[in-house]
Structure formats: C-alpha cells, structure tokens
C-alpha cells in the first residue's frame, strides 16, 4: 500500500490531491517553486519541497528537481495532476526508474495516446470513427493544402503536441491556408517546442463529449458517464456539465461501449479521458484521449459519487476495481464553471495580482475546488484559474439556479474574473435549453452586450 505521495502540481489540483490523501490516510509532500511560497497546497501537506524559481521550466516541468524532492522524503509514488509532466511518458519511466509509482498509466499508454497524430492511428486501429483527416504529421504547406482540397474545406490545422487550444486554426478556404498553416505551426512552436501538424474535417457546430474511464492493472475497464464541454472560448472549455443535455440513451449507452473498447485495446490502466465531437445527427468522432485526472473531474464525481482521485491512488496500488458497470447509477446533474483571474471586458485578458477579499460560496449541492484565499496573490507565471465552482442537483434546472445563486454568493476582490461572465450563461434561454454547441460563446458574446450581464 502506498504510505507516502509527492504531489508534482500546484493549485486546486494540488489540494484535491491533498483531500484525497487524507481521507485514505496517505502521507503528502508538495513541491512549490518560489512564487507559490504561500500557496494553500504547500501549507496544508504534511512536508514541501521548494523546487526552484518560478517559471514552470526551472521548477514544475524539471523532473530531475521533483524526483530528487522524492528521494529525500521517501515517497512511494508521485501523482502528476494535470498539465505540467501528467503527460509525459518519459517523465512517468522516470519516476519507475527511481523506484516509485506514477499515479498514471504506463508510460507506453502515453506515449499512444499522448500525441494526437498517434492516438488517431491507435484509434484507427481498434475500429473507433475518428474526422476525416491526414493520417499523420503533415511535413509541407503543399501536401496540407492537397489534403485540405481532398477532405474539403473547411478544414482545422492542429498541433500533434496540442493542449488548451493552442495551435489550431480553422480555415475556410484556399486562399487563407497558406498564412494559417504558418500561425498554427509558429503558434505550436513556442507553447510546445513542437511545430508538427495535421489537418482534419472541421465539424460545424458540434459539441465537445467525453467519456471518463477507470481501468485498473489486472484488465478491468469501466465508464463512469460523459461530460458535455461544449461551452468553450478559443477552443478552451470554460462550463462543463455532466450528463450532457444532448444525448440519448442509446447514444449514451453507444459512446460507452466504444470509449471502454479503445482504452482496452492500448491495456489502458488509471483514469483516462476520451474526447469525442459529436454533430447534430448523432455522428461521433474521436478526437483525443488525456491519460490523466482532468480539470473537470468533479463533475462526473457529483453524478456517480465516485471519488476518481482515490481511485487513482487505489489503482497504482495495484488494488482491483470494485466498480462495476451496471451500478455505475447517474440521478444527478451537475455543472461546472471554471472561474479565471481574467477581465471578460478586456478580451479576457489574464489579470494576477492580489486577492484582497475572497468568500466562497457554500450551502445544499455547491462544491467549491480552490486554492485561493484573502491575500493570495496571483502569480502571472501559470495559469489564471482562481477556482471551480461546482452545482448538483436532482435536475440541470436546478444546477443551473444553484450556480446562478452561488456566483452570485462568491466574493473576490483585488482582481477582475470570469463570474460575472458564467452568471450570465447560467440566465440565457439559449443554453437553459440546451441548445449549445462549440460556437455558443462567440453567439452568445455577439447577442449579449457586456454592460447587460451583470443585470441577467
Ligand atoms: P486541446 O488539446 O488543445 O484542448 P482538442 O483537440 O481537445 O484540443 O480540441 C479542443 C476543441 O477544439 C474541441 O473541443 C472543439 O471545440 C475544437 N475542435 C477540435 N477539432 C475539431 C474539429 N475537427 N472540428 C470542429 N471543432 C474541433
């Protein structure tokens, strides 16, 4: 049994590590860099490591640094969290290396599905529809304009590497390909140090569905549900909500099937994402697979009261699942609202710095996963989440006034955020009907003047 973890994250990952910990009576060690001195994660673990400098490449992404920080404290295993090294194959051989667990899959699962170029082949493979698209990294501007003729425009240009919508560029025709293959492949090079590409078939105004997995080292691969992250800007999810709105059962019950299939035939082991997009008819494509804990975990926790981090830990133990699939019993919705340090009237433009008052909200079906409190201060170095906000209950119209009456609850000063923003959705008849589709935040910015939100 694990006794001791080294958490390598920071923010509310690294507190609901923590929680996790705690209530399995588990041992944890945070790592910090020196701009998150003062960070909630580091004061409420029983040991810290201060891991170098600010900039995540000196501190969160220097695996020599955090492997050594688990030596010295004798942990058992290290759990990545999300973002920084949680995908990175070589980092989680490391880790085995050194004689401790990753609180992962194998690293050869990464390296499968880590890639989007090579997850689609591994997709192709166990017969999962994927877009129509190049079969791998596209190695010139003419062969992807051919392709793009091929498949018929409009087509998506992304980054293998890709993550949080960076490198990706739609285009509509011929004539604008040339300058948007070159932003993509630029835009891929200074996020990821990689400017491969390929191109698939852009799917209009389809909604972004994922499937949560648990699969554990003796074979077993169970579903716990979908999550509906169509409300996104830029390509990056910002509401979350689980069961998706759209699906039917019979699609439901579809999309499962076919998610636990192609976890099982890469011998997927831990928690795991399988994103799809799905079209107005119904039609499915696998898109990517995250092979760790995501952002919007918490949600699929609320609807199935699974606790996905404990999981986790359990399953590097070398524990079997005791999950089965036929009692995995949806009776609730929840949604969630990802809550920036960023000003909406800006174009959302990144605002850190001090929180000089913060009061979260509370009460019947609210969960709040934050590292922020009164006198936080910001960093600019990672990203600019203050905190998730949570809401359940036993139908998507109470969630929807839940999170309406929580953001209204939820106090922060000193910086400027993104609840006024979500409060408003969580108001507009479009989205209370469900109609939302990955468009949706650019039609509902374009219909609602900014000045009209805090009155909605
Ligand atoms: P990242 O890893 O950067 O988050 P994803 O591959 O998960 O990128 O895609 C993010 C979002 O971009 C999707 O949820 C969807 O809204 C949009 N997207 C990606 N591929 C396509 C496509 N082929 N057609 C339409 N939209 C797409």
Request: charged share 25%; aromatic share 8%.
């Amino acid at each position: 049994m694990i006794k001791k973890i080294l958490i390598a994250n920071r923010g509310e990952i690294a507190l609901r590590i923590v929680r996790a910990c705690r209530e399995l009576g588990i041992k944890t060690v945070a790592v910090y860099s020196q701009a998150d001195e003062q960070s909630l994660h580091v004061q409420l673990a029983d040991e810290s490591v201060c891991i170098g400098p600010a900039p995540s490449k000196d501190s969160y992404l220097r695996p020599d640094r955090i492997i050594s920080a688990a030596e010295i404290t004798n942990v058992d295993a290290i759990h990545p969290g999300y973002g920084f090294l949680s995908e990175n194959a070589r980092f989680a051989e490391q880790c085995e290396a050194a004689n401790i667990k990753f609180i992962g899959p194998r690293a050869e699962s990464i390296r499968l599905m880590g890639d989007k170029a090579q997850a689609r082949r591994t997709a192709i493979a166990a017969k999962v529809p994927v877009v129509p698209g190049s079969d791998g990294v596209i190695e010139s501007e003419s062969e992807a304009l051919k392709l793009a003729k091929k498949i018929g425009f409009p087509v998506i240009i992304k980054a293998t590497a890709g993550g949080g919508g960076k490198g990706m560029r739609v285009v509509y025709n011929a004539v604008a390909f040339a300058r948007e293959y070159d932003a993509a492949r630029a835009e891929a090079e200074k996020a990821f140090g990689n400017g491969s590409v390929y191109v698939e078939k852009y799917i209009e105004e389809p909604r972004h569905i994922e499937f949560q997995i648990l699969g554990d080292q003796h074979g077993k691969v169970i579903h716990l549900g979908e999550r509906d992250c169509s409300i996104q800007r830029r390509h990056q999810k910002l509401i979350e909500e689980a069961p998706s709105p759209f699906l039917t059962k019979k699609l439901r019950e579809q999309m499962g099937k076919t998610a636990v299939r192609l976890a099982e035939s890469i011998g997927f082991q831990n928690a795991g994402t399988l994103e799809f997009l799905v079209d107005k008819n119904g039609n499915y494509y696998f898109m990517e697979m995250n092979t760790r804990i995501q952002v919007e975990h918490a949600i699929t926790e609320e609807i199935t009261d699974v606790d996905l981090v404990k999981y986790q830990i359990l399953i590097a133990s070398g524990q079997h699942l005791d999950l089965e699939q036929k009692n995995i019993q949806i009776t609730r919705h929840a949604i969630e609202c990802r809550i920036n340090a960023e000003d909406p009237s800006r174009n959302f433009a990144p605002c850190p710095g001090a929180i000089s008052l913060y009061y979260a909200p509370g009460g019947h079906g609210v969960r709040i996963d934050s590292h922020c409190y009164s006198g936080y201060s910001i960093p600019p170095n990672y990203d600019s989440m203050i905190g998730k906000v949570i809401t359940y209950g036993r139908s998507r119209e109470v969630a929807m006034d839940r999170m309406y009456r929580a953001l209204s609850e939820y106090i922060v000063r000193g910086v400027a955020t993104t609840i006024p923003f979500s409060r408003a959705i969580m108001r507009d008849p479009v989205f209370r009907a469900s109609g939302a589709t990955t468009r949706y935040v650019e039609e509902f910015m374009g219909r609602t003047p900014k000045e009209a939100w805090a009155t909605l």
